[in-house]
């Protein structure tokens, strides 16, 4: 493989940011923003400087790497702290850096009223060195690192604003949610070394080969359990909602556009395994599909204008996760859906910061409304990436999801039928619920609290917006012309039959039925709400399933009455075993010796006389045992 | 003479001795039946090495004299210190270790 020794720039410029503003405190207030949006631009401009390195060389040696450093180094077991850039690094690394230093240049302005800018942004280039690492390590350790990183840099970024206690313990929660995938994750990495004896991606995949499939079965399901954790996936997945605790800007790039995709990544980087394993690739697919449908149902009935995007966003990586669950087929598909939503998503999370910036923090879409005349740029960026969500040609959803759902009813037999169907559905409640989203905020009636001034945004908030709307767009065209992504990916998935299997359905079929489901959901939505009458305070007198999607299907509750509670039980009761065994038995030690000493000090009572018969009685005690033993 | 009568007489000597040591308070009696004890079992040593026909046991309580002429050198003199403090001999007043 070719060497670049570059490629370490991309990580070491954000995680120099990261350090300076850490170490160099209140010093840095003045300049750290500027700082940490220079580097993670100048990382940005490393990447595509690497692009352009790929592009000029032939497809076989587009794959670059660099070994940093001999890192563990055990007998038989050698893993290199190295880097690897191939095409769906790439991809990636675009991503991170693009839409991160959009953010970035977006928080100068959002959080410039806050008092600790600079630990905002030491914290985001601390989020981008993590992902940057989590997508270029060339081993599940090393990715490992990067994974445990970017945890790091959501829980600091979701408590940033921890003296509200509530903040405080949704980033506990998303972290202690996120620690049973993360224990997933270290579980494959275990059963690799012990089955397989390497853990670098090119080791596992050459030993995948010959492998039993027990074993890439189950290091394909403790990748998928990591997964779910890191991308809020069913069933791990009620942390994300209340990870909206976060200032937005971190909404938009940690909880939308990259970190909660990093579990898409490592399915897609492990295609090898799941090829392999088609237990294990069932299992994402279900978890793909579950997952589309529970966001989606969540993101109906959410009026926190955050919350909803979060259902949203759980429910569109559903729709990933399905598509690299589908095999050689949906990889590349997934990768694409991946992209866009990276774009439209991160653009309408920062059009809600907007809108909450000028609506004094105001989160409450029943709250809002014509917000179109007062915020005309936010308005057309956000109805973009709207557009782009619902999947409407020819904005970028509608190319990337049309192709999942397309992949979906290929994957043959009932199962291609109930997950085409499936995701079909999905795409129809995706557009009634992002319908409902824009038509509270910008186009119904005005529902304000009273001394709301809404105002458009400054340059600095709605510049990134404008371009990630542009991206919303242009990119599902500029990815599908001619199959450019999927040509460019096909060399990570190694060599693959050309399956022509049966279409079930002819594409055209797909996206007709597709922007039909669309036009039903966006139908109901606009006769609810835009026709109607719409409370300004949520109405308590709903159906029973608009009551349980309120409160995320019941998943807090769920977990309370079967993990927390239990678990609980189980602390207080070990609890009460150590306290009556463990602290029992020391203790008892202790007061026997107490009680010993207590009897046995009366002995000693001072007079000579008395030890001296003592001395008298003992030796002739001993005389009489010797006596009448030898007798 | 049958020399197991020494050995009755040694027995004899060390039962007061011990019987003495137990019951008396006067630190000086006390001390006089410590000495009786070592002196029984220096008659006890003397009349075995007869018995057996060796001399070890003649050497032994030669020892025995020593260690008795020492003891008497340290114990009369604590047994003295104690009096000009306390103005009494009695070992029973002397038991101020157990507090």
């Known amino acids: ?631 | 003479m049958n020399p197991y009568n020494y050995l009755y007489v040694s027995a004899i000597l060390f039962t007061i001795g011990a019987v003495g040591v137990v019951v008396r308070r006067n630190a000086i009696v006390v001390f006089m039946c410590v000495e009786l004890m070592l002196n029984a079992a220096n008659l006890s040593f003397v009349t075995f090495s007869r018995i057996n026909g060796t001399l070890d046991g003649q050497v032994v309580a030669f020892f025995t004299m020593v260690v008795a002429a020492c003891e008497v050198v340290v114990g009369l003199a604590i047994i003295v210190t104690i009096y000009r403090s306390r103005r009494s001999a009695s070992i029973d007043d002397a038991s101020l270790l157990k507090r």
């Not at chain 1, 070394?193 to 995948?208: H, I, P, R």
């Open chain 1, 1 to 631: 493989m070719t060497t670049s020794t570059s490629l370490v720039y991309l990580i070491a410029l954000p995680l120099f940011g990261a350090t300076i503003l850490l170490l160099a405190g209140r010093r840095a207030d003045k300049w750290g923003h500027l700082l940490a949006t220079a580097l993670s631009a100048s990382s940005f401009g490393v990447g595509l400087y690497q692009l352009s390195q790929m592009l000029s060389r032939p497809t076989e040696e587009r794959a670059v790497g660099q070994k940093l450093f001999s890192w563990i180094n055990v007998g038989t077991f050698n893993v290199d702290a190295g880097l690897l850039l191939d095409q769906l690094s790439i991809c990636f690394v675009l991503l991170i850096t693009g839409v991160g230093t959009l953010i970035h240049i977006y928080s100068i302005s959002y959080m410039s009223h806050d008092e600790n800018r600079r630990r905002f942004f030491a914290y985001l280039n601390l989020f981008i060195a993590a992902m940057l690492l989590l997508v270029l390590g060339d081993s599940y350790l090393n990715l490992y690192v990067g994974w445990e990183g970017v945890g790091l840099a959501s829980y600091l970024l979701i408590g940033f604003w921890n003296q509200k206690p509530a903040y405080a313990t949704a980033s506990k929660k998303a972290f202690v949610m996120n620690r049973i995938g993360d224990m997933g994750l270290s579980f494959a990495i275990m059963i690799a070394f012990a089955t397989l004896g390497t853990v670098s991606f090119s080791g596992v995949e050459e030993a995948s080969h010959t492998a039993s499939k027990a074993a890439l079965t189950a290091i394909g399901v403790m990748l998928l359990v990591a997964a779910t954790g890191k991308s809020a996936q069913f069933p791990l997945q009620a942390w994300l909602g209340d990870a909206m605790a976060g200032p937005t800007p971190v909404s938009a790039l940690i909880h939308a556009a990259t970190m909660v995709t990093a579990g898409v990544y490592l399915i897609i980087r492990s295609n090898f395994i799941f090829d392999a394993a088609p237990t294990a690739q069932l299992l994402v697919v279900i978890v793909g599909a579950i997952t589309l449908l529970f966001g989606a149902f969540i993101g109906t009935a959410k009026d926190d204008i955050k919350k909803a995007l979060a259902a949203s966003t759980m429910s569109q990586i559903g729709y990933m996760i399905l598509g690299a669950g589908l095999g050689p087929a949906g990889y590349a598909f997934a990768i694409m859906h991946l992209l866009t939503h990276g774009f439209f998503k991160a653009g309408m999370f920062l059009g809600a910061g907007s809108v909450m910036h000028g609506m004094n923090d105001q989160v409450d879409m029943r709250r809002y409304g014509a917000l179109r005349k007062f915020m005309p740029i936010t308005f057309i960026t956000f109805g973009l990436g709207y557009l782009a969500i619902i999947g409407v040609p020819p904005f970028a959803g509608f190319y990337s999801k049309d192709l999942i759902i397309e992949t979906a009813f290929n994957a043959g037999g009932v199962k291609g039928i109930l997950l085409g169907s499936t995701a079909l559905l999905g795409a129809a409640i995706t557009a009634f619920y992002m319908t409902r989203v824009m038509v509270l905020t910008f186009t119904s009636k005005e529902r304000w609290e009273e001394n709301q001034h809404p105002h458009e945004s400054p340059i600095l908030m709605w510049l990134p917006m404008a371009i990630l709307a542009i991206g919303s767009v242009t990119t599902g065209f500029l990815f599908t012309r001619g199959d450019a992504l999927a040509n460019w990916l096909n060399p990570v998935f190694g060599e693959h039959g050309e399956g022509h299997e049966e279409h079930l359905f002819e594409p055209i079929v797909v996206s007709g039925m597709a922007l039909v489901a669309v036009a039903i959901g966006v139908a109901i939505a606009i006769m609810k709400y835009q026709l109607s009458e719409v409370d300004s305070v949520a109405p308590q007198n709903v159906s029973i399933f608009t009551r349980i999607a309120r409160k995320d299907l019941m998943q807090d509750s769920f977990n309370e009455a079967v993990f927390m509670r239990p678990g609980q039980k189980l602390t207080s009761l070990l609890v009460r075993g150590d306290e009556s065994v463990v602290d029992g038995a020391v203790r008892g030690i202790g007061r026997t010796a107490l009680g010993a000493g207590a009897v046995l000090r009366k002995t000693q009572t001072g007079f000579a006389r008395s030890y001296a018969a003592l001395i008298l009685i003992g030796a002739i005690a001993l005389i009489a045992g010797i006596w009448v033993v030898t007798q």
